[in-house]
């Protein structure tokens, strides 16, 4: 059938309306992205050394599929090699069946092996959530403190720490001097981008 109009609302961090916008779905997505930058991104003046991320509460941590966001929006402002500490509940697991049996596989024991599954089979729902994460754990260390069980958390390769205390030492212990830190507490709505 095809979608021949589309209306959206652009929200502030108050969940107030500030613009609708309606009209042909490309030109209503084209038109909001200028409003949305200019309401939730923030210039980063260098590449970070370290984050500390969180979705932003429940429930945009109720579980992986949601909690991803935070990294994936942190994950662009980091020099390689730097840390992302995510703090994401997850009460409710990973949320996606499909991605839990994309992981199962005993071959998934790497972000690269990951990366090339995916590369190999493409696009799936579920599945695409492991290649998010791997796209950008693979270019920084991720430390996760989740609820989660820390084994099912090794195998979907999060790198689960017992909490906050246990994260910042070992993201402080390798911070190069002069280290530039960033924290991110609503990341599923913060746009960072290097300046």
Not at 36 to 64: A, E, M, T, Y
Not at 139 to 165: K, S
């Amino acid at each position: 059938m095809g979608v021949h109009y589309a209306l959206n609302a652009v929200l502030n961090d108050h969940k107030q309306i500030v613009r609708a916008l309606a009209g042909d779905p490309a030109a209503v997505m084209q038109a909001g992205i200028p409003l949305v930058r200019g309401i939730f991104q923030v210039i980063v003046p260098q590449p970070l050394d370290l984050c500390i991320v969180s979705p932003g509460g429940h429930p945009k941590d109720i579980n992986l599929y949601q909690g991803q966001k935070a990294l994936g929006h942190a994950t662009p402002v980091m020099r390689p090699g730097g840390t992302v500490i995510l703090a994401a509940a997850c009460p409710e697991g990973t949320g996606s069946p499909g991605y839990e049996a994309f992981m199962a596989d005993p071959a998934m024991i790497s972000y690269e092996a990951v990366l090339a599954r995916y590369a190999r089979e493409g696009y799936r729902i579920g599945p695409h959530k492991a290649w998010q994460i791997a796209r950008d754990a693979s270019r920084i260390r991720l430390l996760t403190i989740t609820e989660m069980p820390a084994d099912f958390a090794r195998r979907l390769l999060l790198n689960p720490v017992a909490g906050p205390e246990e994260a910042l030492a070992l993201a402080l212990a390798d911070l190069p001097p002069n280290a530039r830190v960033g924290v991110m507490p609503w990341a599923n709505a913060t746009i960072p981008a290097l300046a």
